[in-house]
């Protein structure tokens, strides 16, 4: 998973597909328009955050910062 900035808005990258934008929905939490996905930051530091949920349809995965 790759969420970058582009300008004023976010991308979101998986794998070998297309990024897709990202809407805001609420403080830490953004979603796709072009499938049901949802993604929510959180951490201490909210310019970087520490975890990524990812809401795919029913499937909801955890990532945490590497870096």
């Known amino acids: 998973i790759e969420v970058r900035r582009d ?3 976010l991308l979101v990258g998986f794998a070998s ?3 897709l934008p990202l809407y ?3 403080s830490g939490e953004f979603f796709a328009r072009a ?3 949802r993604l929510r930051f959180a951490g201490a530091d ?3 955050p520490s ?3 990812v809401i795919n349809g029913a499937r909801t995965d955890l990532f945490r ?3």
Request: glycine content about 0%; proline content about 14%; cysteine-free.
């Open 7 to 9: 300008r004023e808005r």
């Open 17 to 19: 597909q297309p990024a």
């Open 24 to 26: 805001p929905a609420a």
């Open 35 to 37: 499938i049901n996905l």
């Open 46 to 48: 909210p310019a970087r």
């Open 51 to 53: 975890e990524l949920t």
């Open 65 to 67: 910062r590497t870096d």
